[in-house]
């Protein structure tokens, strides 16, 4: 099965798919992370508010989102962000956003009802206690989750929230969809052109594979090490 | 100073307050007690409005606490408040635990806060334990910590809620001690506690409530003298006798 391969096509290729491709694929990955976990806190914040509205659209900003199938979602905000944009601006025509921005900020919204809930179960692990003894010495709503309840949200959570990047890290491949040069979408415009499907897509699954699985090793070192701490 | 009129308090359709009023003037110290349940910590969480309550009021210097318009935080930042379960910051030092509301409320420089951190700590013998995190530290040592928290804000009463019930046995007196000077000192304080021991040395006056309701407020001598109400006699009668 292994005697037609050309192994060699990747070797060819490697500049291209880490120049280009992986480097994509990591920085879309990062930027979502970071805007993923801001506003999901934000969100989770909402969620846990006394504030009837406030709790309700972010209830239902969550629910919306984990229902819909991603590939939808990247779909919809390609066409509907130079809208939004627009309308935002007060453009009377769609804006060029591009398929980059595009994508940093479908990701950005998607992740974060994840993040959301990761926080949120981050912020509720908090002792009321805590949140008490914060007010109890004159700390505002703000001071007191930005200094006692987040820091320590953010401590227990972080293996849970590396694991859910681990996963934006794959879902990133779906920007193929774009015709986005990511990594998977690089090694599939080599394999078209020189017609080395099953070489290119098998070196992109251990490619994947070796470094989410390495990535979920170092998080399970890194939690074993919390929990001593704590 | 702190004045407590005629507050209640349902959670849901169960009335944890009924109609409690009390006054505790400056330099007094007054102890809550009553069986638990009896709504004592409730009561005492609502002079800094951490409990939020339906009917009456509660003023501080003759500001209220369920008014709108007072600023709260301003208001709790005055009134010290030492919990049953520490409530120190896990993820800051001992020092950190000290200057972050001084430094965030009162607006503090980072010098002068940790100068007055330090003060305290010497106070409640903890100053070798300064740059420790709270994990690090045995019950007592935390609730001293605790206690120079509340302390270094400078607070015109200090409110103690159960401050020993979490503690092991031997170091119940550590934190009695602190307490104790402080009294000593004239600070205002309201407390509720099981220490009878600490109740008849320093309070001036013993409110005993129970199933919500104020059901004596009476001077020390007298509540350990003659309580008027079966209940207290009763409740003295089995924490005394052991």
Known sequence: ?230 | MISIQNISKWYGTFQVLKNCSTEVAKGEVVVVCGPSGSGKSTLIKCVNALEPFQQGDVTVNGISVSDPKTDLPRLRSQIGMVFQHFELFPHMTVTENLTLAQIKVLGRSREEAGAKAHALLKRVGMEVHAEKFPGQLSGGQQQRVAIARGLAMDPIAMLFDEPTSALDPEMINEVLDVMVGLAHEGMTMMVVTHEMGFASKVANRVIFMDEGEIVEDAPTNDFFGKPRSERAQHFLSKILHH
Not at chain 1, 17 to 23: A, D, K, S
Not at chain 1, 132 to 147: E, I, P, R, V
Request: hydrophobic share 55%.
């Open chain 1, 1 to 230: 099965m292994f005697a037609g391969f050309d192994l060699d096509v990747i070797q060819r290729s490697l500049p291209y798919l880490f120049r280009e491709g992986m480097t994509f694929t990591l920085t879309l990955t990062a930027l979502a992370m970071s805007g993923g976990v801001v506003f999901g806190t934000l969100l989770a914040m909402m969620r846990l508010s006394s504030l009837g509205p406030l709790s309700w659209f972010a209830g239902g900003y969550v629910n919306l989102m984990r229902s819909i199938p991603l590939v939808l979602v990247i779909f919809w905000f390609y066409f509907l962000v130079p809208w939004i944009g627009g309308w935002i601006i007060g453009a009377d025509r769609p804006i060029q956003v591009g398929a980059f921005w595009s994508s940093v900020i479908t990701f950005t919204l998607f992740e974060a009802a994840y993040y959301c809930e990761i926080m949120r179960a981050g912020i509720q692990s908090i002792p009321r206690g805590q949140v008490s003894a914060g007010y109890a010495l004159g700390l505002n709503y703000w001071q007191t989750m930005g200094k006692i309840v987040l820091p320590q949200a953010f401590r227990n959570m972080t293996p849970v929230l590396l694991t859910q990047t681990i996963i934006l890290f794959q879902d990133t491949s779906l920007v193929y969809v774009l015709s986005i040069t990511d990594f998977l979408g690089a090694a599939s415009k080599v394999a078209q052109r020189d017609g080395r499907l099953i070489e290119m897509y098998l070196f992109v699954a251990v490619v994947y594979f070796i470094i989410s699985f390495a990535a979920s090793y170092s998080v399970r070192r890194l939690q074993a090490r919390i929990a001593i701490v704590r």
